[in-house]
């Protein structure tokens, strides 16, 4: 289940990196194309536009490891919760203890009887 939340959110993030790379190297191009700018011209505009979109990408990227180790303690809660331990086995165990007292006691045993008495027929030669 986790494998395909995080293929989902992997699929999401590429397909919105190939927009912007596509977007940017058309601009790029036709910058270019058009003579309005060359390398030596767009450099200055790179850097800045790199210091900025690093900024951006680090607030993302904090964002996200919040939001996967949130979901990663919730998912770890539920896997206690549902693996039978030591103490969960008590509750189980004394809720069943519970019910039991209330029932005959002779009729739990009666089967117990029957499977020893069998298994002692196996046993004859």
Do not use: C
Not at 30 to 52: T, V, Y
Not at 113 to 120: F, K, Q
């Amino acid at each position: 289940m986790y494998e395909n939340i995080a293929q989902k959110l992997l699929h999401e993030l590429f397909t919105s990196l190939e927009a912007l790379d596509t977007q940017n190297a058309a601009i790029l191009s036709f910058l270019k194309a058009k003579g309005i700018a060359n390398d030596e011209e767009l450099a200055p505009h790179f850097e800045q536009a790199g210091n900025a979109s690093s900024v951006r990408w680090l607030a993302a990227r904090v964002r996200m490891d919040h939001l996967l180790s949130a979901a990663m303690k919730s998912a770890e809660q539920d896997a206690k919760a549902k693996s039978p331990t030591p103490e969960n086995h008590e509750k189980s165990r004394e809720g069943s203890v519970a019910k039991e007292s209330g029932s005959n006691a002779s009729d739990k045993k009666a089967p117990t009887l029957a499977v020893a008495s069998d298994t002692a027929k196996d046993k004859r030669p």
